[in-house]
């Protein structure tokens, strides 16, 4: 009874401003958990019907369904199109769908047993109504009646059902409204500052949110994750440094129209493919820049200053790095052009090194894992390992190099572990700080600014989570944490019915950079990992790192394949649902 | 797409390790969070580096410690200094672990409203310890070196724990400069829970429970002394012949011929398994104090150095806390309270800790603590009568531990075999000489001291 009264009670015992903070603070993270519970609901919840594209019809009349957009035709049971027949090759052809609803076979295991209409083929098109031979085995290529096309529309969960995401919107924005006042309630100066960029961020969600009903997408639960994550990481801009907010706003104005453009080209999985040799150069170009005219900040040289700008090139090479890694099946099976993208990571892995980052060089390399592992998944495994292992050994043996030549990263490496021996030096100064400050903000937190993370340096970027954790509630932390999470299995979830290798390797890739991210920031903070200084996607204040996750979301965007949920993704039936 | 969409598991596994990570850390927020915020230099809880954790007092209500008034220690200048290895000094050489262990429940700090709720004054803190018994100790150890211990082992109250030597906090001295011939020589160790002695004799109590547990009919044995015997090829000395003895003559003459033989006999085994029963070699935790670990290493002992570490020789080692508690078990049937010192503490008048009761595990069979008792009651009846309290049933050993070329450590325990002061205790003076000359009037000073105190309660 005391505790519960001990939430209301001020300095001066119970005044209603007292009563009103002490309620808010039990309100916030409510809200927070309704907010992050709908999304997830909303995104874990859906059923995974399948699409079904075309059918082939065997000369038994038998009718096998072709549901992704790239589909692995063969005799070993992971084939999407099982053919149980002995002549047939484990591996034998990729059937493709194309951009304009076209078709195209390719032979990748059949030596030569591939024939269309009588004629042997390597890659070529396919119409339907087609006679398609895998080894003398014979089917036919059917498309899909309209009216089948329909009824899979309707019976297909659509985005947001029983879960409106307008409705899950306007409770971030009531959350969003709170956090304002609380914010301005607490701190004399800048509050013109505070309420004018929590203004824009709320604009700018509803913009968003209603153009995309414009074109008939109604899945907004990735975005209002994004937004609420966004929330937090302003109101610590807003509690420690107003001056920045504007500055995030403007990245993540950036930041959507990236989203947006990106979002836009991946509906085209042919514009998408081409994107790739561009983001493969850009890539370069960024990191060679960096390397040129690099400066160093907290030890590592991955920043660039452009009139007055500063931006971290690492950030958006993310992004091109994934494009780069993404692939579609045909070319994964048939090619096998690994080798190239490894030498890829290999180079951005010199780079990071000399640059001196290696918190950014364990998230590449996850990164990198990501898109090996899937590309790989016709590999003999074996090699897969000897790649992996061999990349360990070099990002193991740099990290030793570092250790050994630069002070500040050994500083981090000794304490850890032990930072409590450590309390006011380099090596355990941040950790325990950050500890004592969670511990002091208890399950709710102290209240928005209030705390005393904000007068330690990087705290609302390296030491974000303790900086939640002690202002807003441990409980805020926790769910901050889960709202990423959810992101992750959102896309491994959707990969089941995932139209294109594509656009699974990006989401999947970038979801491991984001939960890496997010493993390396906390436990670094808590002193479960070596503190290696990296942001928590939406949260850690920076504007590079706030772009590339927006970019970023566009490949999950691009794998919700929801009735009518994600712009990115084209409406599966000619005019879609207007019901 | 199949295999393709079973690989993105990667990405399930990396969400399950930062979920897994996540509940590993929300679990040590929950155990450790008070030792978290209450670190010295917490920024929340520390104004100017100092802490405003409230008062600390003893069993009497007498305050020793005050955060109030500038960190200020008890106004008489014989209180600060024998109770100053509790508090802590200024300078944090002697650190002040009873404060940073209970800080949060003195601050109001609890882990639902974080240190928001914390109340501006601090709180109460209780101890069992006595100062004015704290005086006395430290009166009678008269400038040696060494601790005295005294606990209700029955509740497990801690009356005393002394250590010597010690200083005025308000008033410390330079120990840089040497005009100090070595008097306060580790002056900033706090002997009863840090320190690890050699026992000396004290220690047959070990030996004798350990012989007695395999063997009860031992106390009907008797023990022929020459004065020396021979124990693989070397000499084990009483300094005087004692002729034949019965067991309990034995121990009273502390005769170390008969405890070579009953070590014999015993072996290595039997009094290792004793040892660990009384957790001689374990580190006991006492409300923020941890006590140094005992030793008994008998793995390259020849059948001679067995001998000498059934009596107490050799490499042996004890903490007297440790020892004290164990001397309570032989008190109270094998079984003692454990030890504490905070019976409660409290926040803007709501209490927010109260001393958790409990028992040490079995130290030794309920038979065995009965036959030591009468043992010990033998010894303080013909040898101790500097111990004897009229009316009162004291049991006790000595033991006079050689300790290198420096003069020996005098040993002193034993109990009160009483309902009503269920007292045991343990006097170690540094080169005291002989263990019952120099720490039995010791131990009577100061058990006399507890019972008035206890009397007046």
Request: charged share 15%.
């Amino acid at each position: 009874m005391n505790i519960i009264l001990d939430f209301f009670r001020g300095q001066d015992g119970f005044t209603v401003l007292s009563i009103y903070h002490g309620t808010l603070r039990l309100v916030l993270p409510l809200m927070a958990l309704l907010i992050v519970f709908r999304s997830a609901r909303s995104l874990l919840g859906f059923r995974r019907e399948p699409e079904v594209w075309a059918w082939l019809r065997l000369a038994t009349g038998e009718l096998l369904p072709v549901t992704h957009w790239e589909n692995l035709m063969g005799r070993k049971k992971s084939a999407d199109i099982v053919l149980n027949f002995a002549t047939v090759s484990k591996n034998h052809a990729v059937l493709t769908r194309l951009d304009d609803g076209g078709w195209s076979i390719t032979d990748i295991g059949a030596k030569g047993k591939l024939e269309v209409n009588g004629r042997r083929v390597l890659s070529g098109p396919v119409n339907y109504g087609d006679r398609i031979s895998l080894a003398g085995l014979e089917m036919v290529l059917e498309p899909v009646s309209r009216q089948e096309a329909k009824l899979q529309a309707d019976s297909r969960t659509k985005a947001g059902k029983g879960n409106s995401p307008g409705l899950t919107l306007l409770l971030l924005t009531l959350f969003q409204l709170l956090v304002t006042v609380e914010l301005i309630l607490n701190r004399t100066e800048d509050r013109v500052t505070i309420m004018t960029s929590f203004g824009i961020l709320i604009c700018i969600q509803w913009i968003l949110f209603f153009g995309q009903k414009l074109i008939r997408r109604s899945g907004f639960e990735v975005e209002t994750i994004a937004f609420f994550l966004i929330s937090i990481g302003l109101g610590i801009c807003g509690a420690g440094n107003p001056g920045e907010m504007y500055k995030q706003l403007i990245s993540m104005g950036i930041g959507i129209a990236m989203f947006l453009g990106l979002g836009f080209c991946l509906r085209d999985l042919e514009t998408a493919k081409r994107l790739r040799y561009l983001a493969a150069g850009f890539g370069v170009l960024l990191f060679l820049a960096n390397l040129a005219l690099g400066r160093t900040i907290n030890g590592s040289r991955n920043w660039i200053f452009i009139g007055g700008f500063s931006f971290q090139p690492s950030e958006l090479v993310k992004l091109c790095f994934i494009l780069t890694g993404a692939s579609t099946m045909d070319r994964i099976v048939t090619r096998r052009n690994l080798l190239a993208f490894v030498f890829y990571m290999a180079f951005i892995g010199a780079c990071l090194v000399v640059l001196n980052d290696f918190g950014s060089a364990a998230i590449f390399f996850v990164g990198f894992l990501a898109i090996a592992l899937l590309r790989s998944s016709s590999y003999p495994s074996g090699m897969l390992v000897l790649v992996g292992v061999g990349m360990m050994a070099v990002l193991v043996l740099a990290a030793v190099l570092a250790i050994e030549h630069f002070p500040h990263v050994a500083d981090r490496f000794s304490g850890y572990g032990h930072v409590w021996e450590h309390p006011f030096d380099n090596k355990g100064y941040q950790q325990t700080h950050s500890l004592m400050c969670i511990a002091a903000g208890g399950l709710f937190g102290l209240g928005l600014g209030k705390g005393w993370m904000r007068y330690m340096a990087a705290s609302d970027t390296d030491l974000v989570f303790a900086y939640v954790c002690e202002e807003w509630g441990l409980i805020m932390g926790v769910l901050m944490i889960f709202a990423l999470a959810m992101l992750g299995l959102f896309v491994v979830r959707s990969s089941k019915v995932a139209r294109s290798s594509f656009y699974t390797i990006g989401a999947t890739a970038a979801m491991s950079i984001w939960m890496v991210q997010a493993i390396l920031n906390v436990f670094g903070t808590v002193d479960f990992l070596p503190l290696t200084g990296v942001t928590f996607p939406f949260v850690s204040n920076g504007g590079s790192s706030m772009m590339s996750c927006w970019a970023m979301m566009a490949f999950l965007k691009a794998c919700d394949t929801r009735q009518n949920a994600s712009f990115a993704v084209k409406l599966s039936t000619k005019g879609g649902d207007r019901g | 797409m199949k295999s393709i969409s079973a690989r993105t598991s990667f990405a399930l596994i990396l969400a399950s390790i930062l979920l897994f990570g996540l509940l590993s850390f929300v679990i040590r927020f929950f155990l450790y969070a008070d030792r978290w915020v209450s670190f010295v230099g917490s920024p929340h809880v520390y104004t100017n580096g100092r802490l405003d954790t409230g008062d600390i007092l003893d069993r009497s209500g007498e305050v020793l410690y005050s955060s109030d008034r500038d960190q200020s220690y008890s106004d008489n200048v014989l209180i600060r200094t024998a109770t100053l290895h509790l508090l802590g000094d200024r300078e944090g050489n002697i650190p002040a672990r009873l404060i940073s262990s209970f800080a949060s429940k003195l601050f109001g700090y609890n882990k639902l409203t974080g240190t928001s709720a914390m109340e501006t004054k601090g709180g109460e803190l209780h101890l069992s310890v006595s100062a004015q018994v704290q005086a006395i100790a430290l009166q009678a150890m008269n400038g040696r070196k060494g601790t005295v211990g005294v606990y209700n082992y029955r509740s497990g109250e801690i009356l005393c724990a002394v250590s010597s030597p010690s200083f005025d906090p308000l008033n410390p001295p330079n120990l840089d400069s040497d005009n100090f011939d070595g008097r306060y020589d580790g002056v900033y160790v706090y002997r009863f829970f840090r320190s690890a002695y050699t026992p000396g004799s004290i220690f047959k109590l070990t030996t004798l429970a350990a012989a007695l547990e395999q063997d009860p009919a031992i106390q009907n044995e008797s023990f022929n002394c020459s004065g020396s015997l021979i124990v693989n090829g070397e000499r084990i000395t009483c300094p005087r012949a004692h002729g034949t003895q019965s067991l309990e003559d034995a121990l009273a003459n502390s005769c170390n011929c008969a405890f070579a033989q009953i070590t014999g006999e015993l072996g290595k085994e039997g009094l290792l398994k004793q040892a660990k029963a009384i957790r001689l070699e374990e580190k006991l935790s006492v409300d923020g104090f941890s006590t140094a670990r005992g030793h008994l290493d008998l793995s390259e002992a020849d059948e001679n150095a067995l001998a000498w570490a059934g009596i107490g020789q050799y490499t042996d080692q004890i903490n007297p806390c440790q020892y004290m508690v164990f001397m309570g078990a032989i008190a109270n049937g094998g079984i003692a309270a454990e030890p504490w010192l905070v019976s409660s503490a409290s926040c803007a008048g709501r209490e927010s800790y109260r001393a958790d009761r409990q028992q040490t595990p079995r130290m030794l069979s309920e038979q065995t603590a009965k036959i030591l008792r009468g043992l010990m009651r033998h010894n303080v009846e013909t040898m101790y009568g500097a111990v004897d309290i009229p009316g009162l049933p004291v049991c006790a050993k000595s033991g006079t531990a050689e300790v290198g070329s420096d003069a020996n450590t005098a040993t002193f325990a034993g109990f009160v075999a009483s309902e009503r002061y269920p007292l045991a205790f343990i006097v170690v003076v540094e080169s005291g000489g002989a263990g019952s000359v120099a720490g039995a009037p010791i131990a009577r000073t100061v058990l006399e001291s507890c019972i008035n105190v206890m009397d007046g309660e």
